[in-house]
């Protein structure tokens, strides 16, 4: 009978997996890691080719000149020379210094420079005779040096240097530093016949360079040694304009 399993008779059945074929796993392809590498270098190197770059300027300054200096004149000018000039200021005088005085050497030839476009003055020149000597000896010429009536001598009275800063909430916020010069000078007109100071005048000034840092942000300026020359210019500018005032209001009359 079929289909139909008689009592005490085991039945055995014997299965067999039959093979299976699954799909490969499709693994996602990685992009390559060298090309990051690659990128930052590149970045890196137009960086230090952007860092290293050196960049030049220039630009033409305006230079202060005496009031009178664009002012016409048709007066007549008297034949002045420049003495000495001296640094009787306490700076660069320490006892380490070399004993040189070039504060005042600078100062002699700010004056020379000022007296001459002042257009009140016929200054002479007493610092190059020897080679004013040799040029005319070289053009077979004869000298005709002309004499002054009066001779100017100044001195540098007072020069200093200080710096000034300040801070807000203990530098947090921001903090500034100036640096400040100041220096002041007397001319003294002298008779060359009688030797007599006939005219003083004087003239000070005061230079000043500012820097301000706002919370990380700002620039920040070292030690500035052009401040000496610019107040002392400032200093003979305005004692050469005083000169020139007295002349006009007629406190004195080069003669």
Same mark, same amino acid.
């Given at each position: *009978?079929?289909? /139909?399993?008689?009592?005490?008779?085991?039945?055995?059945?014997?299965?067999?997996?039959? =093979?299976?074929?699954?799909?490969?796993?499709?693994?996602?392809?990685?992009?390559? *890691?060298?090309?990051?590498?690659?990128?930052?270098?590149?970045?890196?190197?137009?960086?230090?080719?952007? @860092?290293?770059?050196?960049?030049?300027?220039?630009?033409?300054?305006?230079?202060?000149?005496? !009031?009178?200096?664009?002012?016409?004149?048709?007066? @007549?000018?008297? =034949?002045?020379?420049?003495?000495?000039?001296?640094?009787?200021?306490?700076?660069?005088?320490g006892l380490f210094?070399?004993?040189?005085?070039?504060?005042?050497?600078? @100062? +002699?030839?700010?004056?020379?420079?000022?007296? %001459?476009?002042?257009?009140?003055?016929?200054?002479?020149?007493?610092? !190059? *005779?020897?080679?004013?000597?040799?040029?005319?000896?070289l053009n077979k010429?004869?000298?005709?040096?002309?004499?002054? !009536?009066?001779?100017?001598?100044?001195?540098?009275?007072?020069?200093?240097?200080?710096?000034?800063?300040?801070?807000?909430?203990?530098?947090?916020?921001?903090?500034?530093?100036?640096?400040? $010069?100041?220096? +002041?000078?007397?001319? &003294?007109?002298?008779?060359?016949?009688?030797?007599?100071?006939?005219?003083? /005048? %004087?003239?000070?000034?005061?230079?000043?360079?500012? &820097?301000?840092?706002?919370?990380?942000?700002?620039?920040? $300026?070292?030690?500035?040694?052009?401040? &000496?020359? +610019?107040?002392?210019?400032? @200093?003979?500018?305005?004692?050469?304009?005083?000169?020139?005032?007295?002349?006009?209001?007629?406190?004195w009359k080069p003669?």
């Amino acid at each position: *009978m079929t289909g /139909v399993v008689p009592p005490g008779i085991a039945l055995s059945c014997r299965f067999s997996r039959l =093979p299976r074929s699954f799909p490969p796993l499709q693994q996602k392809r990685k992009k390559p *890691m060298f090309k990051r590498p690659i990128i930052a270098v590149t970045a890196l190197i137009a960086a230090s080719i952007l @860092a290293g770059c050196a960049t030049e300027s220039s630009r033409s300054l305006p230079v202060a000149q005496v !009031n009178s200096a664009a002012q016409p004149y048709q007066g @007549a000018r008297s =034949p002045i020379s420049v003495g000495k000039f001296d640094n009787r200021s306490s700076y660069m005088r320490g006892l380490f210094t070399d004993n040189v005085d070039r504060l005042g050497g600078q @100062a +002699k030839t700010i004056l020379i420079t000022h007296l %001459q476009q002042s257009n009140r003055f016929s200054v002479m020149d007493r610092d !190059n *005779m020897a080679e004013l000597a040799q040029e005319a000896k070289l053009n077979k010429q004869a000298q005709d040096i002309k004499g002054a !009536n009066f001779v100017v001598t100044g001195d540098v009275t007072e020069f200093g240097r200080k710096e000034v800063g300040d801070r807000q909430l203990f530098g947090i916020l921001g903090r500034g530093k100036s640096q400040i $010069a100041y220096a +002041k000078v007397n001319l &003294n007109i002298v008779n060359v016949n009688t030797s007599q100071v006939v005219y003083s /005048v %004087q003239g000070a000034g005061e230079y000043s360079l500012d &820097n301000r840092e706002i919370i990380g942000f700002g620039g920040t $300026a070292s030690y500035d040694s052009t401040l &000496n020359g +610019k107040v002392l210019d400032l @200093a003979i500018r305005e004692a050469v304009n005083n000169l020139v005032t007295g002349i006009d209001s007629g406190a004195w009359k080069p003669q």
